[in-house]
């Protein structure tokens, strides 16, 4: 499976950003995937997640209620809304595959991992 991230960037405080993550290789429809986030000189940190139909979601505490997670398995993508970032959302971040019946909220749980799209939240 490879993961192509897109979405990133610069914004202000109290914006939107929407991140895209484009699987490619096994079958979409089996695998649950995952955003992740790495601050520098932290750990990486659990985001988001969500099962292989859609039926089940994930969220770290910090952003529920701002974060959105998606999937459209017609177009092998997974998505992550992001409002009203905060400084702190500032990262890289990751998007992440696991293969069924795997699916939770830490590092070991994934087995495909994409390069990592930066985002920066301006105070």
């Known amino acids: 499976v490879q993961l192509v991230e897109s979405g990133g960037g610069l914004v202000q405080a109290g914006g939107s950003l929407r991140l895209s993550c484009a699987a490619s290789g096994r079958a979409f429809r089996s695998i649950a995937m995952g955003w992740f986030r790495q601050a520098p000189g932290k750990e990486r940190e659990f985001v988001s997640a969500?099962?292989?139909?859609?039926?089940?979601?994930l969220y770290v505490d910090s952003v529920k209620g701002r974060f959105t997670i998606s999937r459209d398995n017609a177009k092998n993508a997974v998505y992550l809304q992001m409002n009203t970032l905060k400084p702190e959302d500032t990262a890289v971040y990751y998007c992440?595959?696991?293969?069924?019946?795997?699916?939770?909220?830490?590092?070991?749980?994934?087995?495909?991992w994409g390069q990592g799209t930066q985002v920066t939240v301006s105070s």
């Open positions: 992440a595959a696991a293969m069924f019946p795997r699916f939770g909220d830490t590092p070991s749980d994934y087995n495909y």
């Open positions: 969500i099962n292989w139909n859609g039926g089940n979601t």
